[in-house]
C-alpha cells in the first residue's frame, strides 16, 4: 500500500479534474506539497524523490496553463499526459540510477538492505514495469482521446495501466530474493566443492 500513497496527488487530480481540469491540478499541487512536507516532518529523507518532485513541477506547470486557458485542447488529453509524465519521470528515475520506487520501498526495508546489489536491481526491474505500463497507457489515453473519447475506457485503461504494476510489484521482490538465494547456495556449494 505504500505505493498507493506515492500515487495519491494523482488520484486526487483525476477525482477533482471533473469539477475542473485547473481544480485538479491545483489540489494535486496542494496535495503532493502536504505529503512531502509530512514525510519531511516524519523525519524521511527527501533523497531519491523523483516521482514527488516530478509531481510537484507537473501539477504547478499544468496549473498555470490550466487557470491560464481553461479552454486549452489540452483538456481533453489530462489522463495521457499526465500519465505520459509519470512514464517520463520512472524512465528519467532509472536513467539517472535513482530508480523511483526505491524511496517507497526505504519505507518498508531495513537500512542495512538498502545499498546491496540485489536492492538496487529489484527496484531497477518495479521501476521499468511501471514505467513501461506508464508509457503504454499515456499512449492508449492518447489514441482514445484523438479517435474515440469515452470516459468508461479511459477509466478501465487508467485502472489497468496502475493495477498490473501493482499487481507485479507485490510479487516480483519475493521471487527476485527467492532466486538470489537460490543462485547463491548454488555458489556457495561450487565453491564448497573447488575448496575441498
Known amino acids: 500500500m505504500s505505493y498507493l500513497r506515492s500515487f495519491i496527488p494523482w488520484l486526487v487530480f483525476a477525482a477533482v479534474s471533473s469539477a475542473g481540469w485547473q481544480w485538479g491540478a491545483l489540489a494535486g499541487l496542494v496535495t503532493a ?33 490550466a487557470f491560464a486557458r481553461p479552454d486549452s485542447g489540452l483538456r481533453m488529453y489530462g489522463s495521457a499526459l499526465s500519465t505520459g509524465w ?18 517507497i520501498a526505504r519505507r518498508m526495508a531495513p537500512p542495512e538492505v538498502w545499498h546491496t546489489p540485489l536492492f538496487r536491481r529489484i527496484n531497477v526491474v518495479l521501476t521499468a514495469a511501471w514505467a513501461l505500463s506508464f508509457t503504454l497507457t499515456a499512449l492508449a489515453q492518447t489514441a482514445l482521446s484523438a479517435y474515440h473519447p469515452n470516459v468508461i475506457y479511459s477509466i478501465v485503461i487508467q485502472i ?28 556457495n556449494d561450487i565453491q564448497g566443492g573447488l575448496a575441498s
Open 160 to 187: 489497468a495501466g496502475f493495477v498490473l504494476p501493482i499487481r507485479f510489484t507485490a510479487a516480483y521482490p519475493e521471487r527476485a530474493r527467492a532466486r538470489f538465494m537460490k543462485n547463491s547456495g548454488a555458489r
Open 86 to 103: 509519470l512514464a517520463l519521470i520512472a524512465w528519467a528515475s532509472i536513467a539517472a540510477r535513482r530508480p523511483f520506487t526505491m524511496a
Open 33 to 65: 506539497a502536504a505529503l512531502l512536507v509530512a514525510d519531511r516532518a516524519a523525519g524521511l529523507s527527501l533523497g531519491h524523490r523523483l516521482l514527488e518532485y516530478g509531481t510537484i513541477l507537473f501539477f504547478a506547470a499544468l496549473g498555470v496553463l
